[in-house]
């Protein structure tokens, strides 16, 4: 059975055969892959000490700068990526993606309205959470 | 007489949509089988993810996470993790063209890096309760502790299955099954790191904005 | 500290009758079977045949021994409470005191839930799937092995917790802060939490092996819309798993750091939050009801197709309405919790994603009726369960639909309405499903059918049973009757409970008449074999294999090209229009070895749970280690293969022909 293998298991370099892969395309895209995260990760800490951006949008700035760290970490560490070879891992990744997102926004909307409508509200004890 | 009709006997050489090709080989089966665990991990970490947002504020009148967090520590853990995964994506690379010196230095490096990310958390750790500010003291602290300390404990069991993959590499060789385990031990690595860069921007980051 | 901990003498309640009672029976009938088993010299078979096997058919089996034994000890607290409710009215004070009572409906849940209707399920998933799929095993059979005894230890620390020590009072929920150390400082919470957290470990690899097997290892040929139905449902449900056990593993971990060290992610004091521990309990507990129904979904599929002789209507639709429930039961987790406080616009938003999710159900629902119509329908004991279950759970769903209305549920939160409601939706739904597929599929399973007419009595009287059971208690949830009542004083509930009580002990009869049957069934085996491997004359994959199949499933995997694929075939060979494949060559097949890993963990896992929960550290310590041992020889093992000679396989293959009859 030498029929050609279209699937790719997560984290593997997809289409090109392991013995064909150059072993310093490897090396490039590990390496641009670091340098793409350095650069944001400075950028997050940047952002995050700044008198430089308007107040309220800094924690958007964040969240955008760390979901970019986690797509360069997918694509250049993981190698998830749109090809055809990859649809089971990507379907996966986006089922996982969505339920934490379902979790995350859920238990967060929810809780700011539980704890609004049911926790002592008290000056004195810093005892319910502002958000 | 059986039902089963020979798979050699018919459409040979016909090109099969992967989704009619017959069970994957076991590369994939087991990468893609690690792959679903650690997206089972991720929504255990956004569980705890979500209950420290929640109680993120809730200091009971102790220590905050404002007077607490100390961001250069927080950059050079977060250096050392992402150079770690970067150490563990050339290991990659010396293992798929099987070549044992360039593994095992790769493996020793990402090792050391992540044992100096664990040693400076522990010392954070340290001192944070050291200043009276332990889990037990408030619910945002429990939730750090516990959020954070997941993290360092998956880190910690990571350097442990290194160690030992790389015994039985030196026992085995690069063996089909112990290829396989490595590939998994790379997906858990750099899963670690996503996961701390929502850390460090969610708890860390956030944690010390006015 | 002493050298055992918490544990002494007084955690034996030696003076309370009905417990030690149990557990003296229960002792003498463990020492009777394994005294039997072993001077009968069957204990090499055992540990061979069935304790160390990694094959999915014999894991199956053991699940679902595991369960039905279960649902005896869930079904027997359920009768209990009923007795208890029937008498405790005004003046009378019942037999169970509080204390007691309060153990008994929290063990009901646990053990209904997590330790029947979880493990029947996984184990008709493990049996049929691969199978079905015309594959030779799951993708990770050791892992599969290590999950059921992993489920195992769940139920065997839950149990012990009768005889040594308590179990948890505060319902199957656990909700703090009750079931903080401040207000359950004794042990009972903690059995309930480490017994959950071992047995979660075993589903949530469960998971991950069902997910992987299902869509990396298909027969070739197989594409998704050639899969049958119960793979579907079987995928949905496990996708489920992975996507919500986890959430209740970091759950209970939270509230065990509370325990254990002092944390305050749920206490009262401190800034701790325990409403949060109800949202993140019921993020995990709605998902957690469709992982059980899905399966149960696709059981029903398979037998009404098979049955009324006709494909089954609506396939593509059955498809996504499968994966739309699955994806819609993470959306609708608040309805749990509408009384605690969330304002009007948050309750109705899951108030509207709650009546959402009832329409994929309605869609299947007509599928089903459909299919019927227009076949030849044969009214055999797996139909008539699913018969029942149309019939009822559709009520049960209204009755659902109802209580997503926030406003309703205002007045019917908590009371016996409730309990009656998912009562009337997880036994018609789960439970009769799993006995459909268990008539189903046992003489895949065991080389002959169950007896009919015991199958058709149990089934009346559950049928009849639960509804005398479960139909009063809507009217007394609607009178302002509460749920886990000790006693009450408002006489008029009283004739209700007693029709309810009449009931329990109707579905008593009915369990009664399957144990017969399974009795009598073994007796009159040879009477009831099934010889061709197709009893019912099946449209999917299993049935083309020898009842039982051999080790390796399938001599050469099936090629496959079209939905029910040995329909298909059956129908073309009696059109003369192909011919049966005679084989002449076969090739040596390699399946996985046996392997004790399994049957070690568990024992790890029991071992450390007790200690953990009797504050006895070292043992505890102990335990882990031997954990680490454990996988260590798992990683280090040489061989994990054994390969089957070819003339092995052929002589089996010759030997079981599959007669393809009009």
Known sequence: ?131 | MNVAVEMDAVRQGELLDISEAGPAPKRIIAGFGFWIFLLSDIVMFSALFASYAVLAKASAGGLTGVQLFDQRNVAMETALLLLSSYTCGMMSLAINSRRYLATFLGAVVTFLLGAAFLALELREFQGMIALGATPERSAFLSAFFTLVGSHGLHVTVGLAWLVLMMVQLSLRGFQDVVVRRLHCFSLFWHALDIIWVLIFTVVYLMGVLP | MTLLGKLDWSAVPFDQPIIMGTVGGVAVAIVSILSWVTLKGYVPYLWREWITSVDHKRIGVMYIVLALVMLLRGFADGIMMRTQQAVAAGGAQGYLPPEHFDQIFSAHGTIMIFFVAMPLVIGLMNFAVPLQLGVRDVAFPTMNSISFWLTASGVLLTNVSLAVGEFAKTGWFAYPPLSELQFSPGVGVDYYLWSLQISGVGTLLSGVNFVTTILKMRAPGMSYMRMPVFCWTALASNLLIVAAFPVLTALFAMLLLDRYLGFHFFTVDAGGNAMMYVNLFWVWGHPEVYILVLPAFGIFSEVTATFSGKSLFGYRSMVLATMAICVLSYTVWLHHFFTMGASASVNAFFGITSMIIGVPTGVKVFNWLFTMYGGRVRFTVPVLWTIGFMVSFVFGGLTGVLLALPAVDWQVHNSVFLVAHFHHVIIPGVLFGCMAGYNYWFPKAFGFKLDERWGKAAFWCWFIGFHLAFMPLYVTGLMGMPRRLQHYDVLSWQPWLLVAEAGALVILIGIICQIVQLVVSIRHREKLRDTTGDPWNGRTLEWSTASPPPAWNFAVLPRVDELDAFWAHKQRVLAKQELPVRRHAYRPIEVPKNSPVGFVTAFVAVVTGFALIWHIWWMAGFGVLGAAVTLLAFMFRTKDEVEIPANEVGLFDRAHPVEVSP
């Open chain 1, 1 to 131: 059975m030498t029929e050609m293998r279209w699937d790719v298991a997560p984290g593997d370099r997809p289409t090109i055969p392991v013995s064909e892969q150059k072993a310093s395309s490897g090396f490039l895209v590990y390496t641009l892959g670091l340098l793409l995260a350095v650069i944001l990760t400075v950028t997050s800490f940047w952002v995050a000490n700044t008198t430089a951006i308007w107040a309220p949008g800094v924690p958007a700035g964040l969240a955008v700068l760390a979901i970019a760290q986690m797509g360069v970490h997918l694509v250049f560490f993981l190698h998830i990526t749109t090809g055809p070879d990859s649809t089971n891992n990507v379907l996966a990744l986006a089922f996982g993606v969505l339920i934490v997102f379902l979790v995350l926004a859920g238990s967060l909307v929810i809780m700011a309205n539980l704890n609004e409508n049911m926790m002592p509200h008290t000056e004195l004890m810093n005892l319910q959470m502002q958000r």
